[in-house]
């Protein structure tokens, strides 16, 4: 779909978009995704489940070490992510990353552009998420002989239309495992096992980086 000023517009009812819903989530994997993200999303106001991700243990944790964690447990760089503060900056980041309306034939590289909303980009991500998963502004695709391996996802904002379309907030493409990865992380809290040994590298790292430091 065409871009207008600073937005990037789409149809209100994609072609690309999940048509056998049911069937695919006719799974425990499925029914795990749509649970957490949707239902009990740890961000979301309307969560059902009785744990945000304060109580998961996460509520002193920065929110760019949340994120470098989310993406190093999932082998994904942290270019992989784009945000842009304001929706209408969507139209120039979709066109440089390759983010346009064909966007869900590219499947080779996991990647995500989203508004950024309440300075914090996990919780962005995490909402635009839910609401593709929620909208239904989803399709869940093969990949190299690999059944179901793709979620392509599409999140709008309703405030902002033209004509028979509506503005992107967030365009995302991303591996099954991926999302199960990140569920895993977040339920399992910062006192597990993983986060210890991931802190660990990190300082490891930090002091061989000081020691190959030349003395000046």
């Known amino acids: ?14 072609d690309w978009t999940q048509k056998d819903i049911l069937d695919k989530f006719n799974s425990e994997e499925f029914k795990r995704l749509f649970g957490f993200y949707v239902i009990c999303n740890p961000y979301a106001k309307s969560n059902c489940s009785k744990k945000n991700m304060v109580e998961y243990g996460w509520g002193n944790i920065r929110i760019i070490d949340l994120k470098k964690y989310l993406l190093y447990e999932v082998g994904l760089q942290e270019k992989s992510i784009f945000s842009k503060e304001k929706i209408d900056e969507m139209k120039i980041v979709c066109a440089n990353e390759k983010f346009g309306e064909n966007f869900n034939d590219l499947l080779d590289t996991e990647r995500a552009v989203i508004c950024l909303r309440d300075d914090n980009i996990v919780k962005s991500l995490f909402n635009h998420i839910r609401n593709a998963f929620a909208h239904g502004r989803f399709a869940v695709c093969d990949y190299n002989g690999e059944k179901n391996s793709r979620i392509v996802l599409e999140d709008v904002d309703p405030d902002h239309h033209y004509q028979k379309t509506i503005a992107v907030s967030a365009r995302m493409v991303l591996k099954k495992s991926t999302l199960l990865k990140w569920i895993d992380i977040i339920e399992a809290g910062p006192d597990s096992e993983d986060y210890r040994q991931y802190l660990q590298s990190k300082q490891k790292d930090k002091k061989s980086t000081k020691e190959k430091k030349p003395n000046v």
């Not at 779909?1 to 994609?14: I, V, W």
Request: proline share 7%.
């Open 1 to 14: 779909m065409s871009s207008t000023n600073g937005y990037e517009y789409t149809s209100r009812h994609p």
